[in-house]
């Protein structure tokens, strides 16, 4: 269920983001449309592809949902015995687990409206083909001929197969491994020699441009979004796109003007019934209506491209996948090697009963000082104490000390690593600093997937816990393999059950939201290569 409830959140940030960068494509095609080609028009939806079919997106600092993620609002620690009611960040709260059941039905209707979307398309599909062939003709050696030389001119290593068939009411290709190109019974008399050329061309033109195999990824898109009416509006454009840019890459392969033959193929297609089931595994010539119309006028208008067109949308393409196919630019903790002993923004530092995060960066000389012993252990030994809820966790990868405990303690913890600071003004400091988070580790995780809010109202321990679980899952968008999505968090049957949490924060990182749950649930928290644990004090 974990695999298909991530599936199912990246399924609804991929369609929202996907329908977002849709209508802006959309307005940007009519903004410029006397400057761009038709072929450029259709490529400009190469970044919605790119969203809907990559699960991570790179981050960058000028993607436009920058515009939307507001700034790291300050992390409000609440001190041991301290109403959280009473603070800032304090709300009305909700059950960590109400949701839960809804999200796993939700996840489920959707998976039931694919498989059957899948199922229904495919069966049409192959119930179509297999009435267009039954009732096939072979065609005549003349035919045969002219498609070998077409497909020696727009070099394609093998012309397709081809059927004729009297279900077949318009000219389509279909089969991405072994394509096959369906005609109507009387193509030979419907058009004239120039014409039936150009109609030959055109289909075979679609596999040159790769059209089948990008239109089952289509079709596999609008499956996977078959509740999203945006997509479906955007496929219908970019699929009438794909038609014009077709007839444009036609007529520019032409060595004469063959615009006028070409409206009349156009034009002969209006008495043709038209068949939108036949857009599922079917690539064709003909549209309907007022689609048919609007590619006339475009064959009557079509002049070649210039330089400027392609220099437009490839800038064009650029702006879009920058700024609508990234996610933002997260704020990362500060790197080794900085010097500083950072405390978390917001913290009750004033507050001397409440507990406070701090954050040490040491130069990788500290490894041997704590070898063999937990952060805490070491720093025990050395005088300093942990109260209830208090806690230390060392990583040794990139030599950060985390303590969460008093000011008081802190203080101490400050003089016992001070010849230690990777701080390029610090001389005791002999070794270099350690690198920063190794990606994918788990310390990596644990820092960079940040919690966008935590509201707790009488949770239990395992209910908050259950709560961060799921929510590293769900956020953790850099790993490419949906079974490590997240942290492993383990929880000790002996964990006092009668303790409740109230607890209210915002834009925090798991780490310190462990930390917190461990301080006013009653828990020790361990990491280990596997995840983490929290075992009774």
């Known amino acids: 269920m974990n695999i298909m409830l991530s599936l199912f959140h990246w399924i609804l940030d991929a369609g929202f983001r996907a329908s977002l960068l849709s209508i802006a494509i959309l307005l940007l095609q009519a903004a410029l449309r006397p400057v761009i080609s038709a072929r450029a028009r259709y490529l400009l939806w190469l970044p919605v592809l790119l969203v809907l079919s990559v699960p991570i997106l790179p981050r960058s600092r000028w ?14 620690a609440p001190a041991i015995g301290q109403d959280i009611g009473d603070a800032p960040h304090a709300s009305r709260g909700a059950s960590v687990s109400s949701t839960d059941w809804k ?56 012309p397709p197969r081809v059927i004729l068939s009297s279900a077949v009411e318009s000219p389509a290709i279909t089969g991405m491994l072994r394509p096959l190109l369906l005609l109507p019974a009387g193509f030979g008399t419907s058009f004239t020699a120039s014409e039936a050329r150009l109609v030959l061309k055109h289909e075979l033109m679609h596999l040159k441009r790769l059209d089948l195999p990008i239109n089952a990824l289509v079709f596999l898109l609008n499956t996977l979004h078959w509740f999203n009416p945006i997509l479906w509006l955007a496929s219908w454009y970019a699929r009438q796109q794909r038609e014009a840019a077709c007839d444009a890459q036609v007529l520019a392969s032409e060595t ?34 007022r689609v048919l119309h609007s590619r006339i006028k475009a064959i ?86 942990f109260p209830s809820g208090a806690n230390a966790l060392y990583f040794q990868a990139s030599s950060r000390l985390i303590v969460h405990d008093t000011a008081a303690n ?21 070794a270099p600093p350690a690198p920063a988070f190794v990606p994918g580790s788990i310390e990596d995780k644990l820092n960079s997937i940040i919690i966008p809010k935590i509201d707790f109202r009488d949770a239990t321990t395992r209910e908050a816990i259950d709560y961060l679980r799921q929510q590293s899952i769900q956020l953790d968008t850099a790993e490419a393999d949906p079974s490590r999505r997240g942290v492993k968090i383990t929880i000790a049957s002996d964990i006092p059950r009668g303790q409740r949490i109230t607890l209210s924060l915002t834009n925090i990182p798991l780490i310190h939201a462990l930390m917190y749950i461990c301080q006013l649930g009653g828990g020790k928290l361990t990491v280990n290569a596997d995840g983490v644990a929290i075992a009774a004090p």
């Not at 993607?63 to 409000?76: C, G, M, Q």
């Not at 000389?365 to 063999?372: E, K, L």
Request: with cysteine; hydrophobic share 50%.
């Open 256 to 289: 004469t003007d063959s615009r006028g033959d070409y409206g009349n193929v156009l034009l002969k297609a209006e008495s043709v019934r038209y068949a939108p089931w036949l857009s599922i595994g079917f690539v064709g010539i003909f549209e309907p209506g």
């Open 63 to 76: 993607s436009a949902e920058n515009l939307f993620t507001p700034a790291a609002a300050p992390v409000l």
């Open 410 to 430: 802190l203080d101490l913890v400050d003089a016992l690593t001070k010849n230690f600071l990777a701080s390029p003004a610090n001389p005791a400091a002999s």
């Open 103 to 158: 999200q796993s039905i939700a996840a489920i209707i959707w998976a039931a409206g694919v498989v059957l979307s899948l199922a229904g398309g495919l069966a049409l599909y192959c119930v179509t083909l297999r009435r267009f062939i039954q009732i096939a003709e072979r065609p005549d050696v003349s035919l045969t001929m002219l498609l070998a030389s077409l497909s020696a001119e727009l070099r394609l290593r093998h």
């Open 300 to 385: 009557a208008r079509y002049r070649r491209p210039g330089p400027l067109s392609a220099i437009v949308a490839a800038i064009a393409i650029l702006c879009l996948a920058i700024l609508g196919a990234t996610h933002a630019q997260t704020s990362q903790p500060a790197q080794a090697g900085a010097g500083a002993v950072v405390t978390v923004p917001g913290l009750p530092d004033a507050n001397p009963g409440g507990l406070i995060t701090r954050e040490y960066r040491l130069a990788s000389s500290f490894a041997p000082q704590i070898a063999g012993q937990t952060a805490m252990d070491y720093l025990t030994a050395h005088g300093v104490q």
